[in-house]
Structure formats: structure tokens, C-alpha cells
């Protein structure tokens, strides 16, 4: 479990995802992907395999978030693993619709 700060860099063990911390939320969480904790700081070069069922894939640019714990990440370099927070896998976060101008 960790504590998240705004502008914090998350990088996976499993593949070439990393993130970037949009929003941190209260509390700390667990951050994983393909099934393992992403860390803060690059690892070494030699990848750990990840959970075959956590493979759902990442896309760069797009902005992954749990809105009731108020945490979202945007993902700066895109993977095969599953982003997850307390083992929750994140949905992307939808655009916000525009106001009528009627």
C-alpha cells in the first residue's frame, strides 16, 4: 500500500505501462498492473510475468480512475496488463458530456 501524490510515476514489473498520478485520492491504495504492485521507480531491465487473467491492456493517453476513491491515473506508456486499485481493475474515464446551448 502506498500514498499517492499528484505528478507521481508509477512503472509496472509485468510490462511497459507506467502512469502518471492525475489525481491522488485520501488514503493509501495499491496500485497494480497485470496483477503486480506497480512501483515508483523503474526496476530492472528483466520483466516479471504477470496474471493471464489481468491482461486487458493499456492505453496511452487515456485517463483510468475510481471515482469513489477518487484516484485517477493517466497511462504515458501503454501495456498489456490490467490496471487495478485494491485489486479493483480501473475502468477509462469517459469524457464529460458539453452543456446544451440552447
Known sequence: MMKLKAG???VSATDATSVVVVRPGDGEV?????GIDMADTPGSAEKVPGD???????Q???R????????????TKAGTGTLALN?????IKG???LPASD
Not at 495499491?30 to 497485470?34: D, I, L, Q, R, S
Not at 483510468?64 to 497511462?75: I, N, R
Not at 485489486?87 to 475502468?91: A, E, K, R, T
Open 60 to 62: 496511452i493517453g487515456k
Open 95 to 97: 469524457a464529460r458530456p
Open 64 to 75: 483510468y480512475a475510481d471515482e469513489d476513491l477518487g484516484v485517477e491515473l493517466l497511462v
Open 8 to 10: 507521481q510515476k508509477l
Open 52 to 58: 493471464p487473467g489481468q491482461a486487458d491492456g493499456t
Open 87 to 91: 485489486g479493483v481493475p480501473l475502468q
Open 30 to 34: 495499491t496500485v497494480t498492473c497485470g
